[in-house]
């Protein structure tokens, strides 16, 4: 799953697909018959996901993987948390709590962070940083909308860039890490990657560091520095693969 710019993106389900996985690439809204923008997180859509590929005669369960970035990231972090076919999530550059959209799951209601878009920081290049328009962990109100990751079963890989302009990612994965501590759980891994932006990708692909998404007419900046940035995305890919085996099992002959 991915984030902001919404839409259907296939690459690195395809990337995983090629290495034996059975892979579904998730939309979270703006394709197909999905809202055109973000206003809930409504968990029984992913839920219904799982159990869809679940009964494919292909997926050998009983558990599931799942990995997202950004907004993907967060939601995959819910669906480790309720979801009980989640045995591993891989979160790379997300949020720990609902940033600008609530989450429902039946009787559950985590509510949303709200923008403070008076905090937005415009960068040399013009694009926008968007680091202070979220709340910090430490702020007031913060817990009370953050995913309870205490209550994860599933294993968690939190994957994130040092230079994130987006969001500090490695300040919403350390918090997360600590709450878990707290309750007496250790589930939880972080890869850290000095020089690395937001969109950590697959390896190869080239830095972006500001691009336009749906929900702003001003570039956002995604931060990186291309030679870090570049080994970030070799090594987590690596490292990924060897999270999901580790807890999925090993994985069949791809036919791709």
Request: charged share 20%.
């Amino acid at each position: 799953m991915f984030g902001g710019a919404g839409g259907l993106s296939e690459f690195r389900a395809s990337l995983l697909a090629s290495k034996g996985y059975a892979v579904l690439a998730l939309a979270i809204f703006a394709y197909d018959d999905l809202p055109q923008t973000l206003q809930e997180v409504d968990l029984e859509y992913f839920e219904e996901a799982c159990t869809l590929l679940l009964k494919h005669p292909k997926v050998r369960g009983p558990r599931l993987g799942v990995i997202g970035l950004s907004k993907g990231a967060e939601i995959a972090l819910a669906m480790g948390t309720f979801l009980e076919q989640i045995a591993a999530v891989v979160c790379v550059n997300g949020s720990t709590a609902m940033q600008g959209a609530p989450l429902r799951f039946r009787g559950i209601y985590v509510p949303a962070v709200p923008y403070c878009f008076e905090k937005l920081l415009s960068t040399r290049t013009g694009a926008i940083n968007s680091w202070y328009a979220m709340l910090h962990p430490q702020d007031e109100g913060y817990q009370s909308r953050a995913i309870p990751v205490e209550k994860t079963q599933a294993h968690v890989l939190f994957v994130v860039g040092e230079d994130d302009q987006t969001l500090q990612s490695k300040v919403f994965a350390e918090a997360a890490i600590a709450r878990a501590k707290n309750y007496g759980k250790n589930n939880f891994t972080l890869l850290s990657y000095p020089g690395a932006g937001h969109l950590i990708e697959h390896p190869g692909s080239p830095l972006c560091y500001s691009s336009l998404v749906q929900i702003s007419s001003l570039p956002n900046a995604w931060g990186g520095e291309a030679e870090p940035h570049a080994k970030a995305q070799e090594d987590s890919w690596k490292e990924i693969q060897k999270f999901f085996g580790l807890h999925l099992g090993p994985v069949g002959k791809s036919s791709l």
